[in-house]
Structure formats: C-alpha cells, structure tokens
C-alpha cells in the first residue's frame, strides 16, 4: 500500500490516471471532483504544461471516516500525456495502488492507446510493480465522437486480458465517469481489504467502500 501510516485506523490509498496525450484524464478528474460528494474532498488543482496538461487532486482529495475511528483518503492523480514527461509518469507510479487507463475511442487513435499501454506496463516495471497484478480499470473515452470504434470491436480486442469488462465513457458529458472510478475502487478493496483487514477490523465490505468514497448527489427533479 503507497503510504499506510503506522496508525492502523490511518490508510491513504493512491490511484494515478494514465493514458496517451489529450485522451481525457484531466476531464475525467474535473468531472469526478464535480460529481463525486463523499464525506470529505479536498481541493482540485490543475497545471499547465504546453499543448498537454497534468492534473492532481491536493493532498486529501476524497475519503471517508467510519464510525470506529478508520480515516481512509484517497489521493488520485493524473499523469501527463507527452513523451517529453516520462519520468513524471513514471515518478507518480512510484507506490500506486490502482490505476485507470484513459484510452481514445477514435479509430485514429488506436496506436497511440497502444503506445501508451505498453509505456505504463514499462514504468510500472521499473517502479517494480506487475500491471497484471495491479488493480486496473481500462476506459474507453470519447463515445461521444463520430469516429468512435465500436464497442464490440474493442471487447474483441481486449477479451483475453485480465482487464475487462472495459468500461466506457464520454468526459465531455459527465458520462461513465463515476462508473470507471467505481470499478476501480471495487478492484481495489480485495488487495486493501487483504492486507489491513477492513471487513472484519472496521466492517467495511466492498459495497460500502465503493459508496462512500463514489457517492454522488442526487439529481433533482422539478
């Protein structure tokens, strides 16, 4: 776990968005920090960086306090797209405990999705983490765009991996956001919930994990 404090009722989990240049990683964060009303949710902050940008919630971005003490925050980050800032990428990978993949749903972005899969499956190495053994959520983004692939093609694509079912989205609209981060999160809860306990140390199961650190507001009706 990337920074479990001593104190067995502190736990702060770190998730990294990763994917090629101009894919939707900064949109799927400012529309998580928009939707998403957990107990506590820190403050949203966006750098420039060129034609690409990178973007991290601030040090306590969302998390949840249980009624026995548990203070668990989870902090998530984006990693910028461009070649030019692989060791940033890589650097953010250090001690990640999930990751979400922002592919381009474009036809014509099918290579560069490729490209920067097989760069994460190499940072990841390199910080000595196993992409097939890291809880991962792959999105497919962009469903929006008329050039969108088919999403039966990409299940095709992708039906031998361990990372399916995909999942799909369009940050644009808000759609499929929450719905990526909440797969994630329920990947996520047999590592956690295996190495501290939280089931049976703090009766925290899967589906209450996953609620309160996605949990929305509810749309009003007139």
Same mark, same amino acid.
């Given at each position: ?6 104190? $067995?009722?502190?736990? #702060? ?7 090629? =240049?101009? *894919?939707?990683?900064?949109? +799927? %964060? ?72 922002? $592919?381009?749903?474009? #036809? ?7 490209? =920067?899969? *097989?760069?994460?499956?190499? +940072? %990841? ?98």
């Amino acid at each position: 776990m990337s920074e479990y404090k001593k104190n $067995a009722n502190k736990l #702060i989990i770190k998730v990294v968005y990763y994917g090629p =240049a101009l *894919s939707g990683k900064t949109t +799927n %964060l400012a529309q998580l920090y928009a939707q998403l009303r957990p107990q506590r949710k820190g403050e949203l902050m966006v750098l420039e960086s060129g034609d690409d940008r990178t973007l991290f919630f601030d040090m306590l971005p969302i998390g949840l306090r249980s009624n026995d003490g548990l203070d668990l925050r989870v902090k998530i980050y984006t990693v910028p797209g461009q070649i030019k800032h692989d060791s940033t990428r890589k650097a953010l990978l250090s001690r990640v405990d999930g990751v979400v993949f922002v $592919a381009d749903s474009q #036809i014509d972005q099918q290579d560069n999705n490729a490209v =920067a899969f *097989s760069d994460l499956a190499d +940072n %990841l190495t390199k910080v000595g983490l196993d992409i097939e053994r890291l809880p991962l959520t792959v999105q497919f983004n962009k469903r929006d765009h008329q050039d969108a692939m088919e999403k039966a093609t990409l299940h095709e694509k992708w039906a031998e991996t361990p990372w399916t079912p995909l999942t799909f989205a369009s940050a644009l609209r808000g759609e499929g956001v929450v719905e990526s981060f909440r797969q994630l999160l329920a990947r996520l809860y047999p590592v956690v919930n295996e190495e501290f306990n939280l089931s049976t140390r703090h009766a925290l199961d899967s589906q209450e994990f996953v609620r309160q650190l996605s949990a929305v507001e509810e749309a009003r009706h007139e």
